[in-house]
């Protein structure tokens, strides 16, 4: 039995003060819910007419549904009042009070009959001695399910661990019926809505636990009704002194004689009247949680600050339309101006966000959607009826018999994923919380046209998770906006990002990504990795634990180029880059001076037919560089001598090369194999230490014809896991020559 449901017997505890009221829409007074409870003491109505009881849920029904089949609510009612008959809820009313009240919220909702039927009978299974089988006997297995999936699992069976597994239960049936968590949000809201009755200390802890996970799925579903008025009772139990603060400001507004929204709603109608468009234009008051985060930002409100205007219009055409005419007949702010109807947001959500000033300075949001806009605006996924009827072609099953869901947003499907490695309830209930917690969703494209939904501060780690499962743990890289990018790189809303997988089946995340993972799917999908596959020795550029790096031994002539060179013409480079460069060329390089010693610059690596020239350096030394290198910039500007240098008949050349990539196993083979295939000999190589799933390799190779340059490295290019290949072209010092 639930907390809510008592023993009539039982005197019941004594309530407390009630939580503050908070102001709602006009839409329908406030059931009398002692009323409704007498009235459901009376017993079942005949069989010919609907009970008294339910006339408030049929009327809201019927105003969305006018043609819906009455009898499953019927039916569902007298089983609900007849196995609740005798139990009372703490705050003294006959429990069918409850089911009553929770079926009407989702009645006002626009909730089908499917889910008003389950509604009714949500807490029969877990408070009385009706049976799942029952219910899948008396009504249909879509009734049964729902049921199933909001009746909670017994702390007789699972201790501490009840509500966790009780919320993993839910998500998991919501994954297949998003209408399971509907039923959910409107049973917490009808408890928050009489938790007074309970004491302080277990107000604050379902408080709580609805502030951190039912509130945070509300927004994820779209259902901003249940949300907002959630979070302002919310808001009243854990924050009461800035509740009442909060209440005393909008009082205060409301007392005030001028009121800035309705003349500038006034301003609107006429501004649209005259364009020919018919539209409504309401004031849409905020809610208190809104109003006290609009003083924080802002500091002292003015009266436009307490509200919105809502315009209403029928055609997404007609959107654009309002919004031309207003941004043309009044002050816009630009920065204010959002579209979510060309994109909208992750929860369905779909409208124009636009601000306008007044000549006093104040400034008026505007909200502009058409009447189904703003239908699922309130109701998310409750606005979609039963998204599981008479499934449309491009929805019948797939080829693998799964049914094809629009309603299972991303961030669920993602949820679902990492919830079953969650290795123990804790785990899941805390990363469900910080799950949740990241209240923002952004869109990226994939190359094909497909999005991802991830969460606000996600990396391409996340990104690689999200698309591949598992098999991101072969990501070797990333492109976003068509640019190379580390998998820290943080992604942003709109962004194009293009994964980089390797081909080696061996493939293993880095400990490093956990730093990098901002989602739960990807935290857990490298834990659970890591966890089975103990650290081993480190290597280096992605060879076998235990292989030695691969590390030619170099000519002996292949010393570091231009030895004798003056400091401005060495190569400034620290480390491995600075490797050999360039031998003696005299049969390669023509000077126009006899006897010469000549040597290539390590510092821009020529080869033929590159255009050069050469400098004279210490001990007779003619150093021979590119046109472009920075060092001969840097030498003519000290008033350095040229000397005529030109290629001679040989084309054989020496150079080194910088290739960029990312660890993998097995690159440094498989790239130093393409380089045999191109005819190149490697004359020596250096790996620099791995650094953000980057690595830098610097060989500096003899090839028999220096027009085999080219060809060579786009070999180098195409090995899995290579990103850019270069000539050495490192910067000089800067002091003197």
Same mark, same amino acid.
């Given at each position: ?22 102001? &709602?829409?006009?839409?329908?007074? $406030? ?112 009734? &049964? ?66 502030? /951190? ?33 909060? $209440? ?29 468009? *018919? ?41 654009? +339309?309002? =919004?031309?005419?207003?941004?043309? @007949? ?104 910080? /799950?949740?917690?990241?209240?923002? !969703? ?11 939904? =991830? ?6 780690? /996340? ?11 072969? @990501? ?35 400990? !490093? ?14 834990? $659970? ?6 650290? *081993? ?10 292989? !030695? ?6 000519? +002996? ?45 390590? @510092? ?13 350096? $210490? ?9 472009? @290198? ?61 650094? *953000? *799933? ?44």
């Amino acid at each position: 039995m639930s907390a809510e449901a008592t023993n009539p017997a039982t005197p019941g505890p004594v309530a407390g003060p009630a939580t503050p009221a908070v102001p &709602r829409r006009k839409a329908r007074a $406030r059931l009398d819910l002692r009323r409704l409870g007498r009235a459901a003491l009376l017993g079942p109505a005949s069989r010919d007419r609907l009970p008294d009881a339910i006339g408030h849920v049929v009327d809201a029904h019927r105003a969305h549904h006018p043609d819906a089949d009455l009898e499953p609510l019927r039916r569902a009612y007298v089983l609900a009042e007849s196995s609740h008959r005798g139990q009372m809820r703490k705050s003294g009313e006959p429990y069918i009070t409850h089911p009553l009240a929770v079926t009407l919220i989702l009645a006002e909702l626009g909730a089908e009959t499917t889910t008003l039927t389950a509604s009714l009978l949500h807490d029969t299974v877990e408070d009385t001695e009706v049976t799942l089988d029952q219910v899948g006997e008396q009504f249909d297995a879509e009734v &049964r399910f729902l049921v199933d999936g909001v009746t909670k699992l017994e702390k007789v069976d699972y201790g501490a661990a009840a509500e966790p597994e009780t919320f993993r239960k839910m998500l998991v049936a919501t994954g297949n019926d998003v209408r399971v968590m509907s039923i959910k949000l409107a049973d917490r809201l009808h408890n928050m809505r009489t938790l007074g009755v309970m004491r302080p200390e277990k107000q604050a802890r379902i408080a709580k636990v609805t502030r /951190d996970v039912l509130i945070p799925l509300a927004e994820r579903l779209g259902v901003q009704a249940l949300k907002t008025e959630l979070e302002d009772l919310v808001f009243a139990i854990l924050h009461p002194e800035e509740y009442e603060h909060t $209440r005393e400001l909008i009082v205060d507004n409301a007392s005030r004689a001028d009121d800035p929204l309705a003349e500038m709603a006034d301003a609107m109608r006429t501004v649209l009247r005259e364009a020919d468009i *018919q539209a409504e234009v309401l004031i849409r008051p905020r809610h208190f949680v809104s109003v006290h985060r609009v003083a924080r930002k802002r500091g002292r409100l003015r009266g436009a600050d307490f509200g919105r205007l809502l315009v209403l219009v029928t055609e997404d055409a007609d959107c654009y +339309a309002v =919004l031309g005419e207003l941004h043309t @007949c009044m002050t816009p702010v630009v920065s204010e101006f959002k579209d979510f109807i060309a994109v909208p947001k992750f929860n369905l959500y779909q409208s124009l966000h636009t601000a306008v000033a007044r000549e006093d300075g104040q400034v008026t949001e505007v909200l502009i959607r058409t009447h189904q806009m703003h239908k699922v605006a309130e109701a998310g996924v409750v606005a979609l009826g039963n998204p599981y009827a008479a499934p449309a072609e491009e929805q019948a099953a797939t080829s693998d018999g799964e049914r094809v869901d629009p309603t299972r947003p991303g961030w669920l499907s993602r949820l679902l994923d990492w919830q079953e490695g969650a290795p123990d309830p804790d785990t899941f209930w805390s990363t469900l919380r910080e /799950d949740l917690a990241q209240d923002r !969703e952004i869109t990226v494209f994939r190359p094909d046209g497909g999005t991802l939904g =991830l969460p606000e501060g996600a990396t391409c780690v /996340d990104a690689a998770y999200a698309q591949y499962g598992e098999d991101a743990h072969a @990501c070797i890289g990333a492109r976003v906006n068509g640019r190379l990018a580390t998998l820290s790189t943080v992604l942003r809303d709109g962004d194009t990002v293009q994964l980089l997988m390797g081909q080696d089946p061996a493939s293993e995340p880095s400990r !490093e990504w956990l730093e990098h993972a901002h989602t739960a799917a990807a935290r857990i999908a490298i834990q $659970r990795w890591l966890a089975t596959h103990p650290p *081993q020795v480190d290597t280096v550029g992605g060879e076998e634990p235990g292989e !030695e790096p691969f590390r030619p031994e170099p000519d +002996a002539s292949a010393s570091r180029a231009d030895a004798s060179e003056e400091p401005a013409a060495r190569p400034a480079a620290e480390g491995p880059l600075t490797g050999s460069a360039g031998r003696s060329a005299a049969g390669n390089v023509l000077v126009d001076r006899p006897g010469a010693s000549v040597r290539l610059a390590g @510092c821009c690596t020529p080869v033929p037919p590159d255009e050069v020239t050469g400098f004279t350096v $210490r001990g007779g030394v003619v150093t021979v560089h590119r046109v472009g @290198c920075a060092a001969v910039a840097r030498m003519k500007g000290v008033g350095r001598p040229e000397v005529d240098v030109r290629w001679g008949d040989t084309t054989e050349c020496r150079v080194t090369l910088v290739a960029e990539s990312f660890v993998r196993p097995h690159l440094l083979a498989d790239l130093t194999e393409a380089m045999a295939q191109e005819g190149a000999e490697i004359v020596s190589a250096t790996v620099e230490p791995p650094t *953000q *799933q980057r690595v830098r390799h610097t060989y500096t190779v003899q090839l028999p014809d220096a027009a085999q340059l080219p060809g060579l490295m786009r070999a180098m290019r195409n090995v899995a896991g290579v990103y850019d290949v270069s000539r050495a072209q490192t910067q000089t010092q800067t002091h003197g020559v």
